[in-house]
């Protein structure tokens, strides 16, 4: 069975300071996994994704991903944080055919 | 319109009131998605349509009552809700639903609608 695990429901970083949103997975085929964003009072928003293919993914918003398949793992960075990138991101994961599997959301927050 | 679009954006209800929620999706796509969005719980699926069939309802109260007429549009009918359902419900779509052998379900999400329960 899939499953995702997001360390860190709450990130507070500074604006221009490196953005780090950590997740983890759990699948027993490769999975597809995504990267979404909300902002307050809206729906999620695709940010990224990985199915198969190059490993270093770039998203939108100078967002990008690292699929590491050893680690089990697919970590969100942005090299600096503005302050429009205050939102909620969520990590999923999806086995081929199956449903897509949410992680419980991680709160960024940047300050000043 | 362009994606997915929600209707109303927010809705204040009594718990004795009928209401109902509306989604569209313009990308042309298969499966429909309900999802629930709680403060402090995460996003909880309620329904899934492929086809206009729904396909799975993860326990959900018979208070809530999906309607999907075609590969367009969802309705989620509400009736006789209690205060803890208020929340924001989000409704999404995917070019092919899981089982379809085509699927790795990267998902199009509306604004959602904010609902509150007096």
């Known amino acids: 069975a899939q499953s995702v695990t997001q360390l860190g429901s709450h990130v507070s970083v500074s604006e221009g300071a490196l953005v780090l949103l950590r997740c983890n997975y759990s699948?027993?085929?490769?999975?597809?996994l995504f990267w979404y964003v909300q902002y307050p009072n809206q729906g999620l928003q695709l940010l990224l994704k990985?199915?198969?293919?190059?490993?270093l993914v770039k998203g939108i918003n100078g967002f990008e991903a690292e699929f590491k398949k050893s680690e089990t793992s697919f970590h969100l960075t942005k090299p600096s944080a503005h302050m429009s990138d205050a939102a909620e991101y969520f990590c999923?994961?999806?086995?081929?055919?199956?449903?897509?599997?949410f992680g419980g959301g991680t709160r960024l927050m940047v300050k000043p | 319109e362009t994606g997915v679009t929600q209707t109303p954006r927010h809705l204040v209800m009594g718990m004795t009131n009928k209401k109902s929620l509306k989604c569209e999706q313009h990308?042309?796509?298969?499966?429909m998605y309900w999802y629930k969005q709680s403060a402090k719980k995460p996003l909880e699926l309620m329904f899934v349509?492929?086809?206009?069939?729904?396909?799975e309802n993860n326990s959900v109260p018979s208070r809530f009552s999906p309607e999907c007429p075609n590969s367009s549009h969802l309705f989620l009918h509400l009736h006789t809700l209690q205060p803890e359902d208020s929340a924001l419900y989000l409704c999404?779509?995917?070019?092919?639903?899981?089982?379809?052998?085509?699927?790795?379900?990267?998902?199009?999400f509306g604004p959602g609608t904010r609902l509150t329960v007096l």
């Open positions: 999404a779509s995917s070019q092919d639903p899981p089982g379809s052998g085509f699927s790795y379900n990267e998902q199009f």
């Open positions: 699948s027993s085929v490769p999975p597809y």
């Open positions: 990985y199915t198969t293919g190059a490993t």
């Open positions: 999923a994961v999806s086995e081929f055919d199956n449903m897509l599997t």
């Open positions: 990308l042309g796509h298969n499966a």
């Open positions: 349509y492929n086809f206009k069939e729904q396909t």
